[in-house]
């Protein structure tokens, strides 16, 4: 009996029944056998490798590229040879391999291929990955379109980057890839002489999250069922999804809007879906389903417009998994065998598999000798402990890692003001959603690898001159509307201090940035010389203020309400800014007197921010009427983030290496119509002795006579 369907296998219902399937981490379906079905076709699917080129530390023995790349030949051999078939699977048989996206990911290991002469190291990955089709994914844009396109012209021809809902066509270099066919809305893969269409979708909100540029993508319904509908009147009746929407309930969402899509492979959340005989990556466990809080099984089930279940998978991340989703095609039918699941990156144990032996040769070896002399290079000695922890940490709270980066980009952006012909700045704001390390740096040697592992993107330091006091209030104010909740909105500051009530009433933006609802919460601030910016929750008067930040959210990421302001990127990353303070201006020495565990007093919870002293530090204010201020605690760190919580942050305790600021993931992105909620009950039912998951009658493709030509 399937393992997906055995908690209801009293019911039965007959094959000819259409079910509309609950939508839920683990729904139940229907079983019926693929008994002498026309077609099997296996997709073999992962999802955001993000540049883990070689073996997570902390789970040493399993993931990596070269065991990753053998694992996927292994499996796709087995799956096109029909070894291991289950008894409702079909001797005519195919193979897909996809990847959702997010390719590579700014940090130690991506850093190895923008050395001079190296080759792009991911890109050489997916070549012997030999992926049918990818999907874009939020992350290829971190350096901006043209290092997405040296990664693109490094990749084999032979593999497309599909995404309906994209608009490359004011990026040039992009815009002669797309020309070339080697990017398209979908692409047809033939498996065993069977067309399989392959569409792809990104996430709409792009440049909330990332550096696009010029690359415009739309909602994602429409664009979608237009690409389903062309290739199904071409005569393709077996369509699948790629898609980068950042949560599986955006997917989920998708599906139930979608027609004639067989099947959905989810990209950029990195939830681990599995069954419990499925053997997971030590330290790895099943994600909870972001709305019901149910673990999410393999395959999480959507019901289409038209009453057909539609599975969705995805494979966790990092070249930890293989995802294997196994369809069984009978005409209009089509089930999901119950061999289906993730299965393990391993170098251990009785599933181990030993390293691509080229890959190994060309990636890991290199990578790991580049990443191995980083972690060599100390540049700094801290006599404290510094807190780069996502929760309580860098996302709720003030933190002396916080305060250091922070630190780092006001640093640069006094020093190097002259030379770019911009002010110098008198604030650093830094998103905590772009300190990434997401643990605590024990005291003693700071390294070069330490200083990726905290800054890793791509970010270039940006002053943005003259902004209106008012304004100064508003950004502060979006960096705490989320809190006590998590949030990579909350930011960590230098040059200020300032006080701010969580139970006052938090502001509301839209994606341009525009306040929809004023904030109240945030009541005192003073900067490091002494002028005072806002006293009893009102603007005080005066000159409009310089502040440095990172180019990720002067261009309004996290939707800080820089509003299009003009700012000039003054030379640096903010991971050089980092290393350059700490071996500059602080030469090569953190104090516990200047960076105190706990911080420094820059960010505290209540109606008065405490006097500067030349650090940042010191002691509360009085307030106005003289009475003495009781020191402010600290912030109360909140749960994990609900979906709804944070429009830019997943929250969903992954720890996930992500987007500048955090990778999107709260409130949902528009996806073709208003938007809709999952179903609220279905009927359910198992046939006896059912081996597959069945999915109802599925749309067949116009493929009887007439079928138009198919541009691929």
């Avoid at 290092?147 to 002669?176: H, I, K, W």
Wanted: proline residues 8%; without cysteine; negative net charge.
């Amino acid at each position: 009996m399937s393992r997906l369907v055995r908690a209801s296998a009293a019911l039965v219902l007959t094959s000819a029944l259409v079910v509309p399937f609950a939508p839920t981490a683990s729904a139940s379906v229907p079983a019926n056998p693929a008994d002498g079905a026309d077609f099997t076709l296996t997709i073999l699917h992962a999802n955001d490798p993000e540049s883990q080129l070689l073996p997570a530390p902390e789970q040493n023995g399993f993931g990596g590229a070269d065991r990753f790349t053998a694992l996927l030949d292994r499996l796709r051999d087995d799956e096109s040879s029909g070894i291991g078939a289950g008894v409702d699977e079909a001797a005519e048989r195919g193979v897909v391999t996809v990847n959702s996206g997010d390719m590579y990911l700014p940090g130690p290991e991506l850093a190895a291929s923008r050395e001079d002469g190296a080759p792009f190291y991911d890109a050489v990955a997916a070549d012997h990955a030999e992926y049918d089709a990818i999907s874009m994914g939020n992350h290829e844009f971190d350096f901006g379109p043209d290092v997405y396109a040296d990664f693109l012209e490094q990749l084999d021809g032979d593999t497309t980057v599909v995404a309906a809902n994209v608009d490359v066509s004011a990026e040039p270099r992009l815009a002669a890839l797309e020309g070339k066919g080697r990017i398209a809305p979908s692409t047809v893969v033939e498996a065993s002489g069977h067309e399989v269409g392959v569409v792809g979708a990104l996430y709409p909100p792009l440049a909330t999250i990332t550096s696009p540029r010029d690359v415009v993508v739309d909602d994602v319904v429409q664009p979608v069922q237009d690409e389903v509908d062309r290739l199904t009147e071409a005569g393709v009746d077996k369509v699948i999804l790629i898609s980068h929407l950042q949560n599986i309930a955006y997917e989920e969402r998708v599906a139930q809007e979608l027609t004639g899509v067989d099947a959905i492979v989810a990209g950029g959340g990195h939830e681990v879906m599995a069954d419990p005989d499925d053997a997971l990556v030590p330290g790895d466990e099943v994600t909870a389903h972001p709305e019901t809080g149910e673990p999410l099984a393999y395959p999480l089930m959507a019901t289409n417009p038209e009453g057909v279940g539609v599975p969705i998978v995805t494979a966790g991340s990092n070249y930890k998994y293989v995802g294997r989703l196994v369809l069984n095609f009978d005409g209009d039918e089509v089930s999901v065998s119950d061999r289906s699941g993730p299965v393990r990156v391993s170098g251990v144990e009785e599933d181990a598999v030993e390293p691509h032996p080229e890959v190994a040769a060309q990636v890991t070896g290199p990578v790991s000798e580049y990443v191995a002399g980083l972690a060599e290079a100390e540049v700094a000695l801290s006599e404290v402990d510094l807190n780069g922890v996502r929760d309580p940490g860098v996302r709720t709270q003030e933190t002396n890692l916080g305060d250091l980066v922070a630190d780092a980009l006001l640093d640069t952006g006094v020093r190097n003001a002259d030379e770019y012909g911009v002010p110098a700045p008198r604030i650093g704001i830094q998103n905590g959603g772009g300190i990434r390390n997401s643990s605590v740096i024990p005291a003693g040697p700071l390294t070069s690898l330490d200083t990726y592992s905290i800054a890793p993107f791509a970010n270039q330091v940006a002053v943005v001159p003259d902004i209106p006091r008012s304004q100064v209030k508003e950004l502060l104010e979006q960096g705490v509307a989320a809190a006590p909740a998590a949030s990579g909105a909350f930011m960590q500051v230098a040059g200020v201090n300032f006080a701010y009530d969580p139970e006052r009433t938090a502001q509301v933006v839209d994606e341009g940035g525009r306040v929809l609802t004023p904030g109240e919460r945030v009541r005192n601030v003073v900067l490091h010389d002494g002028t005072v910016l806002v006293e009893d929750g009102e603007v005080v008067e005066g000159d409009p203020i310089t502040i440095v930040t990172n180019d990720f959210s002067a261009r309004g990421g996290d939707m800080y309400p820089f509003r299009g302001a003009d700012f000039t990127v003054v030379g640096a990353t903010y991971q050089g800014a980092l290393e350059d303070l700490l071996t500059g201006t602080l030469e090569g020495e953190v104090t516990e007197a200047a960076y105190p565990e706990g911080g420094s007093g820059r960010i505290v919870v209540g109606e008065q921010a405490t006097v500067p002293d030349g650090d940042g530090g010191g002691k509360p204010t009085d307030p106005p009427s003289g009475d003495p201020a009781d020191p402010a605690d600290p912030p109360t760190p909140g749960p994990t983030d609900p979906p709804t919580a944070d429009p830019t942050d997943p929250g969903d305790g992954s720890g996930k290496p992500g987007r500048p600021g955090g990778d999107a993931g709260g409130s949902l992105p528009t996806t073709g119509g208003a938007l809709f909620g999952l179903v609220a009950a279905a009927a359910v039912a198992v046939g006896a002795g059912g081996t597959a998951l069945y999915l109802g009658r599925r749309r067949r493709a116009a493929s009887e006579g007439g079928a138009a030509e198919l541009d691929s």
